[in-house]
């Protein structure tokens, strides 16, 4: 059994997805994260970061990890399942994670707070942030001109990749001109594990001026 401790952001939907792909069993341990239960001294010994999302494998004598991108990794490894086997066709799929993890996620986290949530509205950081954004997707929709997956195969890349590039229009950044890109987008989100994580979990109401308050606390995503 896998407990994970999450919010309804695209990195806690990346791993509720994962878990719904492969079918293992896991106990949703919501996060709220405008009452900073992230930086609560039990939840750091689980993820020093004080970040989303955390799984703990009871399976494995409850081994904590944190980190995305790390939880995607280990749980393709335990399920072996959307991770290729071969030195090539894992690599590739590393690429397009990693390609994730350090581009697309921190590039819209910032546009999504300099365009929805920054006290001051600062015409540079908005156009720099949602710029690199869009430059970014073009890569994407590149890549998925002749492949239709990310990695060929649907894997963890495009789970990672997802749940952010949905929200789009969040930041501010529309992808009418890439075909290929709103075509991936479709098609990944008719998946039933796509559907079914993406709930998770239920949405969580933040009210009055919380939102403002989290993002000036560090957080760096809000739907």
């Known amino acids: 059994m896998i407990d994970l401790y999450t919010s309804p952001t695209p990195n806690g939907w990346k791993v509720s997805i994962m878990l719904e792909e492969i079918g293992l069993p896991y106990t949703v341990k919501p996060i709220r994260l405008e009452k900073l239960e992230q930086r609560q001294e039990w939840y750091l010994k689980l993820n020093p970061n004080g970040r ?3 799984i703990v494998d009871h399976d494995e004598g409850g081994f904590a990890v ?8 280990y749980l393709a490894e335990k399920a072996g399942e959307l991770m290729p086997q071969d030195r090539k066709g894992r690599s590739t799929v590393l690429q397009w994670l990693m390609f994730q993890m350090g581009g697309v ?20 950081a908005i156009e720099r942030y949602q710029k690199e954004t869009k430059r970014l997707y073009g890569v994407l929709d590149r890549r ?10 649907y ?35 008719e998946r039933p594990a796509v559907i079914k994580g993406r709930a998770v ?15 000036k606390k560090g957080a760096t995503i809000l739907v």
């Open 52 to 54: 989303i999302p955390t």
């Open 66 to 73: 944190f980190e995305s991108g790390a939880i995607l990794v």
């Open 105 to 124: 996620g921190p590039m819209q986290g910032q546009a999504n707070v300099f365009y929805r949530y920054a006290p001051e509205k600062i015409p540079y």
């Open 144 to 153: 998925l001109a002749d492949h239709e997956y990310l990695a060929g195969d």
């Open 155 to 189: 894997s963890i890349a495009d789970i990672a990749t997802w749940p952010w590039v949905t929200l789009h229009g969040w930041a501010g950044v529309d992808v009418e001109d890439l075909p290929h890109l709103e075509r991936w987008i479709d098609r990944v989100g």
């Open 201 to 215: 979990p239920e949405v969580i109401k933040i009210e009055g001026g919380a939102a403002d308050e989290l993002v």
